[in-house]
């Protein structure tokens, strides 16, 4: 741990529409982007439902794994080389801290995607943490104990060097941060939305508060939850994609798929895959 001195401060059958079941008033409104406005929302929620895409293949919590990332989006490319039409990439979130290679991983998702595919990039906590520090870093001086002295590193920051050696406030450290990183990792930071629906498959981060419509989650229950989502599900007609809680293998739970196999800890880079109405793990080479 850092140590921060303590002087510085497409729906089942009988089931009702996505919209219906998750108590919106009227379906979800699209921008030009396809964004969905929702009030009272910090973060774009959106809608893909009737998107032609013949396979979706979902990923989550990179946490600086550059390379098991990159070999990770090889072999879904390989997979998919023999399906038609669109596919559909879905990062779900935690691309920041932990692992080596931070700035990397961001400079990946500022690229295009692959040929014939559409990548949507949702926020994790950390990605979300990491941003509040670059924009208030005294009210979120926490962010330095939460795996992200790695991150700092992938930008040729020493974050105890500077605080410990040469004295620098957090504001001066946050600014040498900004200083460093690309002005497209900032960007892509605050552009990241916070849940992607299609049909009746959600991809969040975390997870729901289960029983509760989609309109009345706040942008921390998507990104932060645990229970009782990881234990009752999402008690809605929906199946629920999320990382965030940590497993040694991917777990098919009550309507839920949680896909965070821990990958910056030793384990795996899960990749889940979705089409002709199944729910796959491609298997590990």
């Given amino acids: 741990m850092l140590g921060i001195p303590s002087h510085m401060g497409s729906p089942k059958a009988g089931f009702p529409t996505p919209c219906q079941a998750m108590g919106l008033p009227r379906p979800f409104r699209h921008d030009s982007a396809g ?11 959106i809608d893909l439902t009737g998107r032609d895409y013949t396979a979706i293949y979902a990923l989550s919590d990179i946490h600086g794994c ?37 700035g990397d991983v961001l400079t990946h998702l500022c690229a295009p995607p692959p040929e014939s595919f559409d990548r949507h990039a949702l926020c994790g906590n950390h990605d979300d943490v990491f941003l509040h520090f670059l924009d208030d870093p005294d009210a979120n001086i926490h962010w330095l104990e939460f795996g992200a002295r790695p ?34 990792h900032i960007d892509l930071l605050r ?20 029983g509760i419509a989609l309109s009345e989650q ?3 229950d998507l990104m932060w939850i645990r229970e009782p989502f990881l234990s009752g599900g999402p008690q809605l007609p929906l199946l629920v994609i999320h990382g965030h809680t940590p497993s040694s293998h991917p777990i098919f739970g009550l309507s839920r798929i949680g896909i965070d196999t821990a990958v910056s800890m030793g384990g795996t880079l899960t990749i889940l895959k979705i089409a002709d109405g199944k729910q796959t793990i491609l298997p590990l080479i």
């Fill in 218 to 220: 706040t942008d921390e």
């Fill in 151 to 184: 991150t700092l590193a992938s930008y040729g920051i020493d974050a105890r060097h500077m605080l410990f050696d040469l004295g620098y406030s957090i504001e001066k450290l946050r600014d040498t941060v900004l200083e460093a990183m690309p002005a497209a």
């Fill in 35 to 45: 964004t969905v406005d929702f009030m009272q929302q910090q973060r774009n929620r």
């Fill in 66 to 102: 550059y390379d098991e990332m990159v070999e990770a989006e090889r072999r879904i490319v390989e997979d998919a080389r023999s399906l038609p039409g669109r596919k559909l990439l879905m990062y779900l979130g935690d691309y920041v801290d932990r692992g080596p290679r931070s």
């Fill in 191 to 210: 552009s990241l939305a916070v849940a992607v629906i299609f049909g009746s498959t959600l991809f969040v981060h975390a997870g729901i508060q289960p």
